[in-house]
């Protein structure tokens, strides 16, 4: 550990002084009253700074050293709680120096505790999401096998209708996993991304068509907001986009109303940019949700009925596949007017064949 000592002569220097002052004058009532202050007054002068100078001296030493083994204390003790940026400091005297690091190593302890404390909530939540998403679908095919168990197995209708039931709980299982999967990696900076250039607006009509019988079913309408005659080019991994578009739409179409409207835009936002809306006139989200939705399993229906599928990690996904590619994502929403949810990716020149065919 650095050592280096602030070291403030203040005190010893007032000591000095009033003992000093109280030792001369004693000495000097002394001489005068027998009369030998005329003979002795240039001893007088030097025993004067003498004084002073022995008090100073032992007075700053015995001070400094006293203060300097508890302070030092304080900071190895310290030191146990932290041992990288509090340790590696000078130790210092200066009491006014010691108090503000003391303040600020305090300060800093309690935002790291609740920080772990909110961590610690956010686990406890987080698992119980997990195991209420796992345990639907894995009680879903346990019932339906016991069942077939049971006798069920000798109707051959119903065999197989329970057969295919269980076959949905187990694709929804593998569903559930596979976005864990996918979001363990985002998060711990694990995914390769394939960069390319591709027409985005080419790529949000191939999704249109991929989803037009789901929104069809609730008469949802999948539409750019307008006419797109030339392509827009942009760099990113054309997968992870594709699956973060889709995921958007998917969860537009979920909660939007019914014979409601979906809108995509694409825009132009600095020169290098572009930025992609997904706007819907649905149910909306409550503010109080606003800041919580990109979370694993979050859900805006807080009533557990989970009326709507899904793994819950769309939105988790998406955001973190968005900042995979360096970008940002935005929401606004209000309640019975609808959500859009946008996003940025980077502008890309059109490629080679593209210009020549264009000239």
């Known amino acids: 550990m650095a050592i280096k000592l602030r070291k403030s002569y203040r005190f010893a220097l007032r000591s000095s002084v009033y003992i000093s002052l109280v030792i001369c004058f004693g000495v000097l009532v002394f001489l005068y009253y027998e009369d030998l202050l005329k003979e002795y007054w240039p001893w007088y002068l030097v025993f004067i700074v003498l004084t002073f100078t022995m008090s100073f001296v032992v007075l700053q030493i015995r001070v400094e050293n006293f203060i300097y083994r508890r302070i030092k204390q304080i900071y190895d003790d310290v030191s146990l709680l932290e041992s990288s940026s509090f340790a590696s400091r000078p130790i210092t005297t200066d009491m006014k120096t010691l108090t503000e690091e003391i303040e600020k190593f305090a300060k800093d302890k309690k935002v790291e505790i609740d920080t772990l404390k909110i961590r610690e909530e956010y686990r406890k939540e987080f698992l119980g ?5 796992l345990k639907t679908p894995l009680f879903t095919v346990q019932g339906y096998i016991h069942t077939l168990l049971d006798g ?13 039931r269980a076959a949905k709980g187990v694709e929804r299982l593998i569903y559930i996993i596979k976005d864990l999967d996918l ?3 985002l998060e711990i900076g694990d995914l390769h991304l394939e960069w390319e ?5 080419e790529l949000i009509q191939n999704i249109f068509d991929l989803l037009e019988m789901k929104a069809a079913k609730k008469g ?3 539409v750019f907001d307008t006419r797109y005659t030339s392509p827009v080019y942009v760099h990113a991994d054309k997968e992870k986009i594709q699956q973060v578009i889709t995921n958007l739409l998917v969860n537009s179409i979920k909660y939007g109303h019914q014979d409601g409207t979906t809108e995509v835009s694409v825009e132009n936002l600095i020169k290098n940019k ?3 809306r997904v706007t819907d006139n649905g149910e ?12 694993r399993f979050f859900r805006v229906d807080q009533s557990g009925s989970r009326k709507e599928g899904g793994s819950g990690l769309g939105l988790a996904i998406v955001k973190h596949i968005i900042e995979a590619h360096n970008e940002k994502i935005y929401v606004e929403s209000v309640v019975d007017v609808g959500s859009e949810f946008s996003f940025t990716l980077e ?3 059109a490629p080679k064949k593209e210009e020549t065919a264009k000239a």
């Open 284 to 295: 909306g989200i409550e503010p109080q949700f606003l800041t919580r939705i990109f979370e």
């Open 129 to 133: 999401n997990v195991s209420h998403e």
């Open 152 to 164: 069920a197995m000798e109707d051959k209708k119903v065999r197989k209708k329970y057969l295919q």
């Open 220 to 222: 949802i309408s999948l």
């Open 183 to 185: 979001i363990t990696k």
């Open 347 to 349: 502008r890309a020149s």
């Open 274 to 276: 572009v930025i992609v």
């Open 197 to 201: 250039d591709f027409d985005i607006i």
